[in-house]
């Protein structure tokens, strides 16, 4: 059971900050929606949140596990075992099937389970595609892959960036089901980045990013 925390977190690009002072925790078991205009550095907060960025200020720390004091090698090995991450452009990889594509984080972690990732393919509504390619695929049908892969090897950490932005109300409202129920059976954080507010209404808080900061 591990808590994020984040702390005084600044970033910025150049001299233009993102954002800065930003100040949070999310509980283990708990969604947090991340909510915000286009611009003000969602994205950008959930990628200095796996591990994926470098921020110029503050601290994040996931259980006792301190980001910042990692190494680049350190910090994939942490992501690999503690995150899953649905990005806001997919990063399906395209020469590999569907199925392949949903194990791939199992793979890496040498623990292979044909049978777990069928689950998954079937909870996103994919069971009969495992065997085509991404470009066979609609954007919605890729948006379900990323979500499957994200869950398949039940990450402590789960980071969505806009991950029904691409789906009809009812499959949205299924996705959002089954991140949810990841993140209450295996007391996974949750953090969902969105414009959607049919998504933010499932989540237990809403948080709101701007230029003045982050307020719940
Ligand atoms: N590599 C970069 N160099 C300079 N500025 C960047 C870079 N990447 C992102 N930005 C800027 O950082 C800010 C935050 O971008 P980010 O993608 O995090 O926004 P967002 O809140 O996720 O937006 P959206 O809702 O459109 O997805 C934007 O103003 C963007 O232009
Ligand atoms: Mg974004």
Redo the contacts with the bound molecule.
């Keep these: 059971m591990t808590q994020l925390h984040v702390d005084q977190l600044g970033k910025r690009?150049g001299a233009?900050p993102?954002f800065s002072g930003l100040c949070f925790t999310v509980a283990p078991g708990e969604f947090v929606a991340i909510m915000?205009?286009?611009?003000?550095?969602?994205?950008?907060?959930l990628n200095c949140l796996a591990g994926l960025d470098h921020w110029d200020a503050g601290r994040i720390t996931h259980g006792s596990t301190d980001l910042g004091l990692l190494d680049d090698r350190q910090r994939a090995l942490w992501r690999r075992a503690q995150v899953g991450f649905v990005f806001?452009a997919f990063h399906v990889l395209p020469h590999l099937d569907v199925a392949q594509n949903v194990a791939l984080p199992l793979m890496l972690l040498g623990r292979n389970d044909a049978q777990r990732v069928q689950h998954m393919l079937a909870a996103v509504g994919l069971q009969d595609l495992g065997a085509r390619l991404p470009q066979q695929l609609s954007g919605g049908q890729l948006q379900r892959v990323a979500i499957a892969r994200a869950l398949v090897h039940r990450p402590a950490l789960l980071l969505a960036?806009?991950p029904t932005g691409n789906l009809d109300p009812a499959t949205a409202g299924r996705v959002l089901d089954l991140l949810h129920a990841q993140t209450r059976a295996h007391g996974a954080a949750l953090v969902l980045?969105t414009?959607s507010d049919a998504a933010a209404a499932r989540a237990d808080r809403v948080l709101r990013?701007s230029a003045e900061g982050i307020v719940g």
């Design positions: 690009y233009a993102v915000g205009d286009s611009g003000v550095g969602k994205s950008t907060l806001q960036d806009e980045a414009h990013l």
